[in-house]
């Protein structure tokens, strides 16, 4: 697919920041992830099909303004559903997430909403060993940054807000920002309506 075609250099590509693999002729989980984050950022419908206006939004290259002013942090932008890598106050990288759903469900006999919530934290607890178990379902290596709420990898991001009210990445997106140090203990997490 023209303009999505690396992994690791993708970091400072100047048209999306995109986490991608070479091209290997495979519509894969990473290619969907991609082109969702395409489509939220553009405000096009979120089909993962490449066709000729997701193209053109792609090839214009345009990539989501943090919102928090300079600085180095991960925002989770909860309209369009997207985390952004920021450096510098520049967008370093965009990732599809799926955050809270909105909906209601119970836990240990008390009846919760599922809504992320929006303010500034720091990351202050990490998971590294792979999944972790709890009581709401297994996550991808979770960095926790408000009580119970993290980032964190999970084997389902649709293109909507599904989760209890963490923020979901694909695992091989959480996988990026363990191995690149984006995220970890100590980086600031911004959560806003945007």
């Known amino acids: 697919m023209p303009g999505v ?3 690791r250099p993708a970091a400072t590509d100047g048209r999306a920041g995109l986490l991608v693999r070479a091209a290997d002729g495979d519509f894969g989980e990473l290619t969907q992830q991609a082109v969702w984050a395409v489509q939220k950022h553009n405000g096009l419908e979120r089909d993962a099909v490449v066709g ?5 939004a792609l090839d214009a290259g345009s990539v989501p303004a943090p919102v928090g002013g300079s600085g180095s942090r991960v925002e989770v932008h909860l309209a369009a559903q997207l985390l952004l890598v920021v450096r510098g106050g520049r967008t370093r990288r965009v990732l599809s997430t799926s955050t809270g759903s909105g909906e209601y469900y119970w836990l240990d006999g008390r009846r919760y909403r599922a809504t992320t919530p929006t303010g500034s934290w720091r990351v202050y607890s990490t998971w590294s060993q792979g ?3 709890g009581p709401l379902g297994p996550m991808w290596r979770p960095m926790y940054y408000d009580g119970g709420f993290a980032v964190h990898g999970s084997s389902s991001i649709p ?3 599904a989760s209890h009210g963490c923020s979901r990445l694909s695992t091989r997106a959480m996988d990026m920002l363990w191995s690149t140090g984006y995220l970890q203990l100590g980086t ?3 959560v806003v309506d945007a």
Not at 52 to 56: E, L, M, N, Q
């Open 5 to 7: 075609r690396r992994d």
């Open 52 to 56: 000729p206006i997701t193209r053109a």
């Open 131 to 133: 999944w972790q178990s």
């Open 159 to 161: 293109p909507w807000p």
């Open 188 to 190: 600031r997490v911004g």
